[in-house]
């Protein structure tokens, strides 16, 4: 594992002032102590628009192209025709977009703790509502969604803060409502309570697919 290159904390308030200038950016939003380093050797993370534009260039097409596609139509194939649909993590919007190819009436919602990353969502999917938030507390009541998306999400947070994420998950969820979540087959899991229905693994194994159900 490559090590953590930490930002010094004249580079961090720098950068935290750029993305407070992002028209996505919410007043209040906190950013985790683990989400302020060089994520994939880029040299502001996912806090500048430079960054955001290295990641779409490079990583997204060296690193994701064929297990990405693979990845989201095994994710997609675990929908059943929902309402309301949020994905955490949301990113720029990749996987909204083969959302709303595949369910053109679903009402989706994706959240980004990058407001740079939701910039180029909504260029993606334009009708999908894009929040800047961290999804350790999702700003949703209860029983919102019919379906919840989690894309290389969870597998790249703390313990602590994954739990979290799955608890938020689980409590946004409705009753008969499906959680799927990928990641690379050797992080932990992670399924806020939830009942784990269905597990697959593709891009030559290396990634599990899990798709969870709330009673």
């Known amino acids: 594992m490559l090590p953590i290159k930490r930002f010094s904390p004249r580079r961090r308030l720098q950068l935290l002032y750029g993305a407070a200038g992002s028209e996505f950016a919410v ?5 985790p102590e683990w989400y302020l380093h060089r994520w994939h050797l880029l040299p502001e993370g996912y806090l500048s628009r430079r960054s955001i534009a290295g990641y779409e260039a490079v990583i997204t097409r060296l690193y994701n ?16 025709d929902p309402g309301d649909v949020l994905d955490i993590g949301c990113g720029s919007g990749r996987l909204l977009a083969r959302v709303a190819e595949r369910f053109p009436a679903a009402r989706l919602t994706g959240i980004d703790l990058s407001p740079f990353m939701l910039e180029r969502a909504v260029q993606r999917v334009p009708g999908a509502r894009l929040v800047h938030g961290d999804s350790q507390a999702l700003p949703w009541p209860d029983a919102t969604f019919d379906a919840i998306l989690a894309m290389h999400h969870l597998g790249h947070m703390p313990h602590d803060a994954a739990e979290r994420v799955a ?7 409705r009753p008969g409502g499906r959680l799927v979540v990928a990641d690379h087959r050797w992080h932990p899991l992670f399924d806020g309570g939830l009942e784990p229905r269905a597990e697959r693994f593709t891009a030559g194994g290396h ?9």
């Not at 007043?27 to 950013?31: D, H, M």
């Not at 608890?167 to 946004?172: G, L, S």
């Open 65 to 80: 192209s064929l297990r990405e596609d693979q990845v989201h139509r095994l994710a997609i194939s675990a929908l059943r």
């Open 167 to 173: 608890a938020e998950a689980a409590r946004v969820l």
């Open 207 to 215: 990634i599990r697919v899990r798709v969870l159900a709330k009673p």
């Open 27 to 31: 007043e209040g939003v906190e950013y």
